[in-house]
């Protein structure tokens, strides 16, 4: 199968730190086919760039040209582009390409160097905003980028008024234990952070980032997955200096971001609704059993969570809906009716009762763990946020469900006791917009997150189960097929799959919304 195309369109660094010697780096970490387009020659090296050479617009025209129908691009990246008439060539190009089908423009406004030296006027300035951006998929300028493309004295988070879906502001070159990048998306929003990496050998890495986001979105993610990918790439790349050796030259080296990238757990970011000071604990407490395992039961009557619990489940989520119409007091009878009998018999055989969504009400009800969706935790206010981390500081537990990349790095954020992939295969259980997760992203969930990992979706037969406990997840849930075959049966399918070697093993997750 060929691998995605992605052109960049940035500067030639003499010294092969930044613009396209690291673009490459970061498009062969990624598994993409970069075609590399020169806008502007410089005369640089590990120290300064000494001068820049904007490429005549007539030679830049002929390059792209000269690709657009033998390597014509999934994603375009530009980096420096040295004058107003590159950019405009670039404009024209990308016009060009979307009359043919889609393709993705990733922005990185390269408007100085960090030693100093600006590579932007005015007017070029007014053609990023004007003409550039309201094209662009995604910019990625870092804080002094995003400043000046809003102007000075405005927030850097106002980039958002320059009418691009994605913004990405880095923050890597920002004092501080965490290496925090501010991302708004139509997906997500929030701070995306990672425990900062100390190493002489950064330098390229915003055109990393860059690349390695636009080889996101050529490999079909939506922007906010994208981003997660182009943060872990940068972050491989950023290992003690001991690791890549004494730097070529007196300043700082490479960036040089590694493949095995992909299936590094220590590289999953977090996702934080606000700015955070300090890393979750979980990612680096001891190993401890894990808060569920085998068998997990979903059901909405707590008469039939009880009969789970005498047939030997260890672990079943009451899932209740209030109705549309329904009172509240009737809504709060009715679910204490149904909590009684589940939680009764769980606390007489030493079992685990799950309640969904309502974690007020487990609280009142005398249950200590509750699931939450992603929709449920963006619902919380910041006092709702405050209660429920005060209700976790004092015991109760918590499994968030995720769908995407985006939402497994907003669980790091949370670092609850389990984390659920899914939907596994296709389910009737709930309408949703996800495809199906299937086995191979199970296994890099299992692999990658540090809580563990619960299957869920889709699991009608036995066999099934088998396929989900042989990824290494912790547990595997059953809804539907409870009803038809007996406990037994699904714990010893459990237990055969647990015994299988890892399958399939984890490699590049696939993406679960259409790009």
Same mark, same amino acid.
């Given at each position: 199968?060929?691998?995605?195309?992605?052109?960049?369109?940035?500067?030639?660094?003499?010294?092969?730190?930044?613009?396209?010697?690291?673009?490459?780096?970061?498009?062969?970490?990624?598994?993409?086919?970069?075609?590399?387009?020169?806008?502007?020659?410089?005369?640089?090296?590990?120290?300064?760039?000494?001068?820049?050479?904007?490429?005549?617009?007539?030679?830049?025209?002929?390059?792209?040209?000269?690709?657009?129908?033998?390597?014509?691009?999934?994603?375009?990246?530009?980096?420096?582009?040295?004058?107003?008439?590159?950019?405009?060539?670039?404009?024209?190009?990308?016009?060009?390409?979307?009359?043919?089908?889609?393709?993705?423009?990733?922005?990185?406004?390269?408007?100085?160097?960090?030693?100093?030296?600006?590579?932007?006027?005015?007017?070029?300035?007014?053609?990023?905003?004007?003409?550039?951006?309201?094209?662009?998929?995604?910019?990625?300028?870092?804080?002094?980028?995003?400043?000046?493309?809003?102007?000075?004295?405005?927030?850097?988070?106002?980039?958002?008024?320059?009418?691009?879906?994605?913004?990405?502001?880095?923050?890597?070159?920002?004092?501080?234990?965490?290496?925090?990048?501010?991302?708004?998306?139509?997906?997500?929003?929030?701070?995306?952070?990672?425990?900062?990496?100390?190493?002489?050998?950064?330098?390229?890495?915003?055109?990393?980032?860059?690349?390695?986001?636009?080889?996101?979105?050529?490999?079909?993610?939506?922007?906010?997955?994208?981003?997660?990918?182009?943060?872990?790439?940068?972050?491989?790349?950023?290992?003690?200096?001991?690791?890549?050796?004494?730097?070529?030259?007196?300043?700082?080296?490479?960036?040089?971001?590694?493949?095995?990238?992909?299936?590094?757990?220590?590289?999953?970011?977090?996702?934080?609704?606000?700015?955070?000071?300090?890393?979750?604990?979980?990612?680096?407490?001891?190993?401890?059993?894990?808060?569920?395992?085998?068998?997990?039961?979903?059901?909405?009557?707590?008469?039939?969570?009880?009969?789970?619990?005498?047939?030997?489940?260890?672990?079943?989520?009451?899932?209740?809906?209030?109705?549309?119409?329904?009172?509240?007091?009737?809504?709060?009878?009715?679910?204490?009716?149904?909590?009684?009998?589940?939680?009764?018999? #769980? $606390?007489?055989? =030493?079992?685990? !009762?799950? +309640?969904?969504? *309502?974690?007020?009400?487990? @609280? %009142?009800?005398? /249950?200590?763990?509750?699931?939450?969706?992603?929709?449920?935790?963006?619902?919380?206010?910041?006092?709702?946020?405050?209660?429920?981390?005060? #209700? $976790?500081?004092? =015991?109760?537990? !918590?499994? +968030?469900?995720? *769908?995407?990349?985006?939402? @497994? %790095?907003?669980? /790091?954020?949370?670092?609850?006791?389990?984390?659920?992939?899914?939907?596994?295969?296709?389910?009737?259980?709930?309408?949703?917009?996800?495809?199906?997760?299937?086995? =191979?992203?199970?296994?890099?969930?299992?692999?990658?997150?540090?809580?563990?990992?619960?299957?869920?979706?889709?699991?009608?037969?036995?066999?099934?189960?088998?396929?989900?406990?042989?990824?290494?997840?912790?547990?595997?849930?059953?809804?539907?097929?409870?009803?038809?075959?007996?406990?037994?049966?699904?714990?010893?399918?459990?237990?055969?799959?647990?015994?299988?070697?890892?399958?399939?093993?984890?490699?590049?997750?696939?993406?679960?919304?259409?790009?």
């Amino acid at each position: 199968m060929k691998p995605p195309i992605v052109w960049s369109v940035a500067g030639l660094d003499t010294g092969g730190g930044a613009g396209l010697s690291a673009d490459q780096r970061a498009a062969d970490a990624a598994g993409v086919h970069l075609c590399p387009v020169a806008a502007a020659l410089t005369a640089q090296n590990s120290v300064a760039v000494q001068a820049v050479w904007p490429v005549p617009p007539e030679q830049l025209d002929a390059q792209l040209a000269a690709l657009a129908d033998d390597l014509p691009p999934v994603a375009v990246k530009t980096g420096l582009l040295g004058g107003v008439a590159q950019l405009r060539v670039v404009t024209r190009w990308v016009d060009r390409l979307r009359e043919r089908g889609p393709v993705a423009l990733v922005v990185d406004p390269v408007l100085g160097a960090t030693t100093g030296a600006s590579f932007a006027t005015e007017e070029l300035l007014r053609a990023y905003r004007e003409e550039l951006l309201p094209r662009a998929t995604a910019v990625t300028p870092n804080r002094r980028e995003a400043t000046r493309l809003v102007g000075e004295g405005s927030a850097p988070q106002q980039a958002v008024a320059l009418g691009v879906e994605t913004v990405c502001i880095t923050g890597g070159d920002e004092p501080g234990p965490l290496a925090l990048d501010w991302l708004h998306s139509p997906h997500a929003q929030g701070w995306l952070g990672l425990p900062r990496r100390s190493a002489q050998h950064h330098h390229g890495t915003g055109c990393c980032f860059a690349t390695a986001l636009a080889a996101g979105l050529a490999r079909g993610f939506v922007p906010a997955d994208a981003v997660v990918l182009a943060k872990m790439l940068t972050a491989s790349g950023l290992q003690p200096d001991a690791s890549f050796g004494t730097p070529p030259g007196a300043g700082a080296g490479p960036v040089r971001p590694r493949g095995a990238f992909i299936t590094d757990p220590a590289l999953l970011p977090g996702l934080f609704s606000h700015a955070p000071s300090s890393w979750p604990g979980r990612a680096h407490a001891p190993a401890a059993p894990p808060a569920v395992e085998g068998v997990y039961g979903i059901t909405d009557r707590g008469a039939h969570a009880a009969a789970l619990f005498e047939a030997g489940l260890r672990t079943v989520q009451l899932r209740m809906k209030r109705g549309a119409q329904e009172p509240g007091a009737a809504w709060r009878t009715r679910l204490a009716a149904e909590v009684q009998p589940a939680r009764d018999a #769980a $606390r007489r055989l =030493g079992r685990t !009762l799950i +309640l969904n969504d *309502h974690w007020r009400a487990a @609280l %009142a009800l005398g /249950v200590d763990f509750v699931h939450l969706g992603q929709e449920d935790l963006l619902a919380l206010d910041a006092a709702d946020r405050a209660d429920l981390a005060q #209700a $976790r500081a004092q =015991g109760l537990r !918590l499994g +968030l469900s995720s *769908h995407s990349l985006w939402e @497994l %790095a907003r669980a /790091v954020a949370w670092a609850p006791d389990y984390v659920a992939c899914g939907p596994v295969w296709p389910t009737l259980t709930k309408d949703m917009p996800w495809h199906p997760q299937g086995l =191979g992203n199970l296994a890099w969930w299992a692999a990658m997150a540090p809580m563990p990992v619960v299957g869920i979706g889709g699991v009608l037969a036995p066999e099934q189960l088998v396929q989900v406990a042989a990824t290494g997840a912790a547990a595997g849930c059953v809804v539907r097929g409870l009803l038809s075959t007996p406990v037994a049966d699904w714990q010893a399918a459990w237990r055969s799959g647990a015994g299988m070697p890892l399958t399939p093993e984890p490699g590049w997750p696939r993406p679960t919304l259409a790009g």
